[in-house]
């Protein structure tokens, strides 16, 4: 659950060092985030735009974590306010967003975004206000890790990352399915969808598989006949395409028209309800992805989550973000509590050692690079449906 990585990555560079240089000050580790009742966290999320669906399965999943903790006392008897903007799956929004909740609203913590572009272009922000940044699915290595190898300090994430998954589809199409060929069609502006491609290739070439085929579109595009025609001329067993569901549902039903039977398979970009909308049923059948979760679970703890859920949208099943935006706000609960207080000093630090954190997403162990360690679940499509396969421990 996530991950565009747009170029306008921040807004002009005098202007956000200026308004940073206002707001850096003003934010101390001890600011409390709210008055002497609340704690204040904000939520930047992709509400409208390109990848709306998943902002709006996010916002829904923290909202329900947030109503059963106040419902008890809040955390050591504060309760949670939200505040929440929309950054239109834009980058340079998402960077507004985050300078207005550290400097106007002074809130403890920012949940989002949803894509690991919009995550970083908040994380200088959050680094230099010391504000909390939790990104419930952007899935990219660099959101907690910059490209510099630095680590961003105030940042962490709920999901697992990009390579994990592309690991773990490369070991399911060579040893679940043993197919000893495969193509990858990739989007090629996404850093999410690069790095997914990249983990993929050289885990299934080191499994003794072949790429036959390496193909690329940009997002938006809707016409995707050519490519995948020039893929089916090479004949795959298999074709890796990890994306988004917008233009994901558009090359599945694309390449069933064109005759290509084989499995396709995805990662968590596909997890939408949207794609079966723009894919078809059918044509979604013989698909896979992996993900962070399932509603099928028959775990205890995920059939209450599922019953919640259900009850309060009108008998809905609760997607992957919907439990990685819940579990994001347990996860931040559990490290305030911990730290005594809303010092987000100390709340990094216990976030830091979250270890064997029971959650609907797994089990939930923060690294040294901020990255939880936890599995991963590959979900089947069956008629429109996801349908349970197998679970991949790390």
Known sequence: MMKKNWAKMFMASTLLAGVLAGCSGAKESSNSGGDSKTIKVGVNLELSGGVASYGESLENGIDIAVDEINKKGGIKGKKIELVKVDNKSEAAEATNGAIKLTSQDKVTAIIGAATSGNTVAQAQIANDTKTILLTPSGTSPNVTVADNGKLNEYVFRTSFIDPFQGIVAANFASKELKLNNA????????????????????????????????????????????????????????????????????????????????????????????????????????????????????????????????????????????????????????????????????????????????????????????????????????????????????
Do not use: C
């Open 183 to 394: 193509a990858i069609f990739a989007d090629s502006a996404s850093d999410y969808a690069k790095g997914l491609a990249a983990s993929f290739k050289e885990t299934y070439e080191k499994a003794g598989g072949k790429v036959v085929a390496e193909e690329a579109y940009v997002a938006k595009d809707t016409d995707f006949r050519a490519t995948l025609t020039r893929i089916k001329a090479k004949n795959p067993q298999f074709i890796f395409i990890p994306g988004y569901y917008e233009e994901v549902g558009l090359i599945v039903k694309q390449a069933r028209e064109l005759g290509i039977t084989v499995p396709l398979m995805g990662a968590d970009g596909w997890d939408s309800p949207k794609l079966v909308e723009l894919a078809g049923a059918g044509a979604l059948n013989n698909t896979f992805i992996t993900n962070h979760y399932t509603s099928g679970d028959p775990d205890e703890t995920i059939q209450k989550f599922v019953t919640t859920y259900k009850e309060k949208f009108n008998g809905e099943s609760p997607n992957a973000f919907n439990a990685l935006g819940y579990d994001t706000v347990y996860l931040l609960a559990d490290a305030i509590e911990r730290a005594g207080g809303t010092d987000t000093t100390k709340i990094k630090e216990a976030l830091e050692k979250t270890k064997d954190l029971s959650r609907i997403t797994g089990t939930i162990t923060i690294d040294k690079d901020h990255n939880p360690v936890k599995s991963a679940t590959v979900l089947e499509y069956k008629d429109g449906k996801q349908v349970f396969n197998t679970k991949v421990n790390p």
